[in-house]
Antibody
Framework: QVQLQESGPGLVKPSETLSLTCAVS?????????WGWIRQPPGKGLEWIGSIYHSGSTYYNPSLKSRVTISVDTSKNQFSLKLSSVTAADTAVYYCARRDYVSPGHWFDPWGQGTLVTVSS | DIQMTQSPSSLSASVGDRVTITCRAS??????LNWYQQKPGKAPKLLIY???SLQSGVPSRFSGSGSGTDFTLTISSLQPEDFATYYCQQSYSTPHTFGQGTRLEIK
């Protein structure tokens, strides 16, 4: 059974960089699939941030592309998110998820439990 | 970006009711449409993928239909555990966009 677990600081100062890691268990990232990050501001809807393949190939939401970096560490079976120059608008619960598929369609399943990141001084 | 619009935004219903939630895409997305259920404080859970395929382990009272721009999620007989927020999501093109959500409440 594939499980994902987010970790990282719960509080980040404005203008600094948000850094989160998603540890994957029950499946080797090296075996395939894309892996993604999705966020949800308190009381609001879901926003896809970006996704990464085990090879390191990435694609990002254009609205965040200039500030986002997603990387993968297959030796630790985890992938990471960095979001730079954060503001209060980046306060959200951040989820990691596997992008499952039956070509050509795809969807996010399973998801991590999510981690709340608050941007505040 | 493809805009996904759900209706209604909120809905009150009773246990045993048949409920339908609609999702409309701003352009044709073929059948690249997924549905998720989210309960308070929890991560979204995949219910339906590719418009009408039921995810393993999801009760058969959930069903999805549609193609092109108009899609529906139907719950045939509401159970107490179904009261939650439901989101549609398109995977036709990037950025992968979600609907704004439909909150299903107990009447």
């Amino acid at each position: 059974q594939v499980q994902l677990q987010e970790s990282g600081p719960g509080l980040v100062k404005p203008s600094e960089t948000l850094s989160l890691t998603c540890a994957v268990s029950g499946y080797s990232i090296s075996s395939g699939y894309y892996w993604g990050w999705i966020r949800q501001p308190p009381g609001k809807g879901l926003e896809w941030i970006g996704s990464i393949y085990h090879s390191g190939s990435t694609y990002y939401n254009p609205s965040l592309k200039s500030r986002v970096t997603i990387s993968v560490d297959t030796s630790k079976n985890q992938f990471s998110l960095k979001l730079s120059s954060v503001t209060a608008a980046d306060t959200a619960v951040y989820y990691c998820a596997r992008r499952d598929y039956v070509s050509p369609g795809h969807w996010f399943d399973p998801w991590g439990q999510g981690t709340l990141v608050t941007v505040s001084s | 970006d493809i805009q996904m619009t759900q209706s209604p935004s909120s809905l009150s219903a009773s246990v045993g009711d048949r409920v339908t939630i609609t999702c409309r895409a701003s352009q044709s997305i073929s059948s690249y449409l997924n549905w998720y259920q989210q309960k308070p404080g929890k991560a979204p859970k995949l219910l339906i993928y590719a418009a009408s395929s039921l995810q393993s382990g999801v009760p058969s009272r959930f069903s999805g239909s549609g193609s092109g721009t108009d899609f529906t999620l139907t719950i045939s007989s509401l159970q107490p555990e179904d009261f939650a927020t439901y989101y549609c999501q398109q995977s036709y093109s990037t950025p992968h966009t979600f609907g704004q959500g439909t909150r299903l409440e107990i009447k």
